[in-house]
């Protein structure tokens, strides 16, 4: 199939032919026409699959094919409005309507917070036809009367699960109470919680429905691995691993921010080149970060989940869960990065006994087995007791309960070693079956110390 059989114009397919894309990705076979139809649009895709040429591309068709009003110079209305959830996806998203468009008479400008209003004032001043923007950053411009919605014509809400995560429900309700009513909306998410529904369901006029499979919970060239380890010795391990096995571009993912500072600044004593990157850095510190990592330059970047979400970076070849995710959705999002475009990538999790329940929750998500391998060196403690991790409130590394302490009520169940029990119907993602002691379920199975118990090979 080629991108000109979907209806594309001819500078369309020049842009993307001259960015190198010889066919289009399943999401855009889908999306393209879907868009260009007019009507509204339900996308399951999340980042990999290809989704933004998915949107972008029909976009522009559709702005260009119809007559552009107002000048060429000087005010003219905003057409087209993307909501991101974060400042790097708005950045890449912007990047790519230019690129895609650079045949094209239209305009874009990107807006979001953590730099100066300032000049995105001037900028506004001057004719913009599509604006891709952070929730937050746009609403003060509304505030500030610099910015005028009112004649939106198309609005996307990309990654809107990631969006919701992050609390932003709030502002895209403002947001959408600025806009006129007539117009097509377009909402990607990866995942399909109650709230994504409602807000589909509230948001959407008969919309037509894609859902490209995660490419990533299946891309046979994403090779998995599980290190088990103590909790107090993965900074150690993962010193050893970069070390010894020349791991260059590794992106390591912590759970919390604080972590994320700690072990970038313990890689670095180590004689690791690695910078943090997160949501309380500076805009122009988590831009340098990411372009010395993107360049070679810099060896480990450590990200959060929401910091790294929509980040685009390809041919990454390590992935390394230091902490695993607390939502088993994001060790697909995070393992994801790596092994793009058919590229081997290599996904390792360095695993204390306190996560097993998390390692159950995600090789059920995913509906494989991770094979494990232990580093000789690093035995973990075969007698560890599981200490609760407390859910993240925003500061602090990742904190443990008192002992004896109930934690966030998620993890940290005890486990009963030699309990090998797997549930019939195990494939269920989350929520995860409440499980007490040893009444079931693959967490009961897995002892860090050892490789599976027998039973646990099928
Ligand atoms: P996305 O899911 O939109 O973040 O895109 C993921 C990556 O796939 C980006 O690096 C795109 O440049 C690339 N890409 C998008 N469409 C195609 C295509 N049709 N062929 C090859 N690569 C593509």
């Given at each position: 199939?080629?991108?000109?059989?979907?209806?594309?114009?001819?500078?369309?397919?020049?842009?993307?032919?001259e960015?190198?894309?010889?066919?289009?990705?399943?999401?855009?076979?889908?999306?393209?026409?879907?868009?260009?139809?007019?009507?509204?649009?339900?996308?399951?895709?999340?980042?990999?699959?290809?989704?933004?040429?998915?949107?972008?591309l029909?976009?522009?068709?559709?702005?260009?094919?119809?007559?552009?009003?107002?000048?060429?110079?000087?005010?003219a209305?905003?057409?087209?409005?993307?909501?991101?959830?974060?400042?790097?996806?708005?950045?890449?998203?912007?990047?790519?309507?230019?690129e895609?468009?650079?045949?094209?008479?239209?305009?874009?400008?990107?807006?979001?917070?953590?730099?100066?209003?300032?000049?995105?004032?001037?900028?506004?001043?001057?004719?913009?036809?599509?604006?891709?923007?952070?929730?937050?950053?746009?609403?003060?411009?509304?505030?500030?009367?610099?910015?005028?919605l009112?004649?939106?014509?198309?609005?996307?809400?990309?990654?809107?699960?990631?969006?919701?995560?992050?609390?932003?429900?709030?502002?895209?309700?403002?947001?959408l109470?600025?806009?006129?009513?007539?117009?097509?909306?377009?909402?990607?998410?990866?995942?399909?919680?109650?709230?994504?529904?409602?807000l589909?369901?509230?948001?959407?006029?008969?919309?037509?429905?894609?859902?490209?499979?995660?490419?990533?919970?299946?891309?046979?060239?994403?090779?998995?691995?599980?290190?088990?380890?103590?909790?107090?010795?993965?900074?150690?391990?993962?010193?050893?691993?970069?070390k010894?096995?020349?791991?260059?571009?590794?992106?390591?993912?912590?759970?919390?921010?604080?972590?994320?500072?700690?072990?970038?600044?313990?890689?670095?004593?180590?004689?690791?080149?690695?910078?943090?990157?997160?949501?309380?850095?500076?805009?122009?510190?988590?831009t340098?970060?990411?372009?010395?990592?993107?360049?070679?330059?810099?060896?480990?970047?450590v990200a959060?989940?929401?910091?790294?979400?929509?980040?685009?970076?390809?041919?990454?070849?390590?992935?390394?869960?230091?902490?695993?995710?607390?939502?088993?959705?994001?060790?697909?999002?995070?393992?994801?990065?790596?092994?793009?475009?058919?590229?081997?990538?290599?996904?390792?999790?360095l695993?204390?006994?306190?996560?097993?329940?998390?390692?159950?929750?995600?090789e059920?998500?995913?509906?494989?087995?991770?094979?494990?391998?232990?580093?000789?060196?690093?035995?973990?403690?075969r007698?560890?007791?599981?200490?609760?991790?407390?859910?993240n409130?925003?500061?602090?590394?990742?904190?443990?309960?008192?002992?004896?302490?109930?934690?966030?009520?998620?993890?940290?169940?005890?486990?009963?070693?030699?309990?090998?029990?797997?549930?019939?119907?195990?494939?269920?993602?989350?929520?995860?079956?409440?499980?007490?002691?040893?009444?079931?379920?693959?967490?009961?199975?897995?002892?860090?110390?050892?490789?599976?118990?027998?039973?646990?090979?099928?």
């Amino acid at each position: 199939m080629s991108f000109a059989s979907l209806g594309l114009s001819e500078e369309l397919v020049r842009a993307v032919t001259e960015r190198g894309y010889t066919e289009p990705t399943p999401i855009q076979a889908q999306a393209i026409p879907a868009v260009l139809s007019g009507g509204d649009l339900l996308a399951g895709a999340q980042t990999g699959t290809g989704k933004t040429a998915g949107f972008v591309l029909p976009i522009l068709q559709r702005l260009s094919d119809k007559s552009v009003k107002g000048p060429s110079e000087g005010r003219a209305p905003i057409r087209a409005l993307i909501l991101t959830p974060t400042r790097e996806l708005a950045a890449q998203v912007e990047e790519s309507v230019r690129e895609y468009g650079k045949h094209l008479k239209i305009n874009s400008m990107v807006m979001f917070g953590g730099v100066n209003i300032n000049p995105q004032i001037t900028r506004l001043r001057s004719r913009v036809d599509v604006l891709v923007a952070t929730p937050g950053r746009l609403l003060d411009h509304v505030q500030q009367k610099t910015l005028d919605l009112s004649h939106i014509e198309i609005l996307v809400l990309d990654e809107a699960d990631r969006m919701l995560d992050m609390g932003f429900i709030r502002d895209i309700k403002r947001v959408l109470a600025l806009l006129p009513r007539n117009r097509q909306n377009l909402l990607f998410s990866a995942t399909f919680s109650d709230e994504i529904k409602t807000l589909a369901d509230g948001l959407l006029n008969k919309p037509a429905m894609i859902e490209v499979a995660r490419r990533n919970a299946t891309a046979e060239t994403i090779s998995q691995k599980i290190y088990p380890v103590d909790r107090d010795k993965k900074r150690e391990l993962l010193s050893h691993l970069i070390k010894e096995r020349n791991w260059f571009q590794v992106l390591v993912f912590t759970r919390t921010k604080h972590g994320a500072n700690r072990l970038a600044e313990q890689l670095s004593k180590d004689g690791i080149s690695s910078l943090a990157i997160h949501g309380n850095k500076s805009q122009s510190a988590r831009t340098r970060a990411l372009s010395e990592f993107k360049s070679g330059a810099l060896q480990v970047l450590v990200a959060t989940d929401i910091a790294a979400r929509g980040i685009d970076i390809s041919e990454l070849p390590h992935v390394v869960n230091y902490e695993l995710p607390h939502v088993s959705e994001d060790y697909v999002h995070r393992i994801g990065r790596t092994g793009r475009a058919g590229n081997e990538g290599e996904a390792s999790s360095l695993v204390c006994v306190d996560e097993l329940k998390l390692l159950a929750d995600i090789e059920r998500l995913i509906k494989r087995e991770i094979p494990e391998e232990v580093v000789p060196g690093f035995e973990p403690d075969r007698n560890a007791k599981p200490e609760p991790i407390l859910r993240n409130q925003g500061r602090g590394q990742q904190q443990r309960a008192p002992r004896g302490g109930q934690g966030a009520g998620r993890t940290g169940a005890p486990r009963t070693p030699g309990a090998t029990a797997k549930p019939a119907g195990a494939a269920k993602p989350k929520p995860a079956a409440p499980r007490s002691g040893n009444g079931g379920g693959a967490t009961a199975a897995r002892n860090p110390s050892s490789h599976r118990p027998g039973g646990r090979h099928h």
